[in-house]
């Protein structure tokens, strides 16, 4: 059975005023704990349904590690699209100010550590962008809408 049905289920109910209201604080502790449980060898519960990985970076302000999960969309190439929806918040994700300040970073990807390097995507490539996002993850233009925000989509180049 091909996960594209279930994505489009999932992407509705993830469109939803009670998903954005709760989401934020239900998924990144079950995302950890099932990262947890199983070792890393599978990704985290929405990695299930729409491929995910741990983006190892540095804060932009305080220099520190961090290590944050996020869904992902890959190419065939070994490029990776992630974007900055921060559940349809009005402010960007602090992830993407870090991606920002220090582009060389590491993500945790199908059990494989992967030094890679974080490009914004431009406004003439935003399109063709979001068109291959929405492959992957249908509706999810949504979320730029409902933020009231232009999202941060990242482009992860193998390096």
Do not use: Q
Not at 3 to 10: H, L, T, Y
Not at 53 to 71: D, I, N, Y
Not at 136 to 155: K, Q
């Amino acid at each position: 059975m091909s996960a594209r049905p279930v994505r489009v289920v999932v992407a509705r109910f993830s469109r939803t005023r009670f998903f954005r209201r709760y989401g934020p604080r239900m998924m990144p502790p079950l995302e950890r704990f099932a990262a947890r449980v199983t070792g890393g060898r599978r990704g985290p519960l929405s990695g299930a349904v729409v491929p995910s990985l741990k983006l190892h970076s540095v804060g932009a302000k305080t220099g520190e590690p961090r290590e944050t999960l996020l869904m992902c969309c890959p190419l065939d190439d070994g490029t990776i699209y992630i974007t900055g929806s921060n559940f349809a918040r009005p402010e960007h994700p602090a992830w993407t100010w870090n991606l920002i300040a220090h582009p060389d970073v590491e993500v945790d990807y199908r059990g494989e550590r992967r030094a890679v390097r974080a490009e914004l995507v431009t406004d003439e490539e935003r399109e063709e962008t979001w068109r291959v996002l929405e492959e992957n993850w249908p509706g999810y233009r949504g979320y730029e809408r409902a933020s009231g925000r232009v999202l941060r989509v990242f482009r992860l180049v193998p390096r």
